[in-house]
């Protein structure tokens, strides 16, 4: 069974810049998520999608971040304009259907804002 | 919101000795538990879980226990190897708010 995939694995940007990450979750599941991560840090949910609706995106900075997944799919996320403070790594998991369900962690894009 | 707190944040043991890590929440509708294991470059991986209801699960070399009174749960890791040596995350969840909150985590050295 493939895992999730992420893509890019790393990208360094300058401040006020945009950035977009892509995840494609495990086929099948229908739950996914995107975690923050910063260094030294546990990972903090941003979103969470239950097939291509939001669940809860209370921790999404709406102003600068946004988050769609078409088609109940793939995911993407978008920063714009990143900030010095958003240099985190950006995990994507997926699980079945519920938050009990195991979730599935991709390796994460690791962004670094200059 | 949760508070998770995890401790200790750095833990150096002898190859063969046990291992344990502690977790303390602060929210008692939190009812599922799970711990995660992260390698370098590696997102995290799902190890052991437990739900409200049991107080003991072990795995073999791993256990999981839950004090829901007290509010905590530990890992244990028994007869350790190098390979064991990673970054170990607890989180607590409230399944009917589907919110999992995560620990900082514990970053555990296995020396052979």
């Known amino acids: 069974e493939a895992g999730v995939a992420q893509s890019p694995r790393y990208k360094i940007i300058e401040k006020r810049q945009s950035v977009a990450f892509w995840c494609n979750p495990i086929?099948?599941?229908?739950?996914l998520y995107w975690y923050q991560q910063i260094l030294g840090q546990g990972p903090k949910l941003l979103i969470q999608?239950?097939?291509?609706?939001?669940?809860?995106d209370s921790q999404l900075p709406k102003d600068r971040f946004s988050a769609e997944r078409l088609k109940g799919v793939d995911s993407t996320l978008k920063i714009q304009p990143a900030k010095l403070e958003d240099s985190a790594v950006y995990l994507c998991a997926s699980s079945l259907r519920q938050i009990t369900d195991t979730q599935y962690f991709g390796p994460g894009t690791r962004l670094t804002v200059l | 919101g949760e508070n998770v707190e995890q401790h200790p944040s750095t833990l150096s043991v002898q190859e063969g000795d046990s291992a344990v890590i502690k977790c303390t929440y602060s929210d008692s509708a939190s009812n599922y538990f799970p711990w995660y294991k992260q390698e370098l470059g590696k997102g995290p991986q799902l190890i052991i879980d437990?739900?409200?209801?049991?107080g003991e699960k072990k795995d073999q070399r791993i256990a999981v226990t839950l004090n829901k009174t007290a509010k905590h749960f530990s890992l244990h890791i028994t007869e350790t190897q190098p390979e064991d040596s990673a970054v170990y995350f607890c989180?607590?969840?409230?399944?009917?708010?589907?919110?999992?909150?995560f620990g900082d985590g514990t970053t555990l050295t296995v020396k052979p």
């Open positions: 086929s099948g599941h229908a739950t």
């Open positions: 989180a607590a969840t409230r399944t009917n708010a589907g919110k999992s909150t």
């Open positions: 999608f239950q097939n291509n609706g939001v669940v809860d």
């Open positions: 437990i739900r409200s209801n049991v």
